[in-house]
């Protein structure tokens, strides 16, 4: 698994789940999200789309979904300062579970990968 996606997968472990469940282990919190390693590839894969152009436009979405889970979401490009985005995901795990929206900040490091900040 590349750093990013493990990175996406760590976040989105810690922002759509509520304070409580802290202290249960990561793939627990991963597989009560309803979302699968392919959804958080389509997701990072939409966010991606948004900052890493010549020409990133602030509120500019794209939508992602994943057939084969039937998860579905969009990223939304909220903000952009010198060198760090920061996007809106909004998911539906399974296509019909309540969508769950969290923030993602990522900023481009001097190696010049982009790597997930708080």
Not at 63 to 79: D, H, I, M, V, Y
């Amino acid at each position: 698994m590349t750093k990013p996606i493990a990175a996406l997968l760590l976040l989105a472990a810690t922002a759509l789940v509520p304070p409580w469940v802290s202290a249960q282990t990561l793939s627990k919190t991963l597989r009560e999200s309803g979302l699968t390693p392919g959804d958080f590839e389509a997701m990072g894969a939409a966010g991606r789309a948004l900052y890493e152009t010549a020409a990133p436009q602030v509120g500019k979405t794209v939508s992602w979904s994943n057939p084969e889970s039937g998860s579905q979401g969009t990223a939304r490009l909220e903000a952009l300062d010198a060198a760090c985005a920061t996007l809106l995901n909004t998911v539906q795990p399974g296509g019909d579970a309540p969508a769950r929206s969290f923030r993602q900040r990522m900023c481009k490091a001097a190696s010049g990968q982009w790597v997930l900040t708080p």
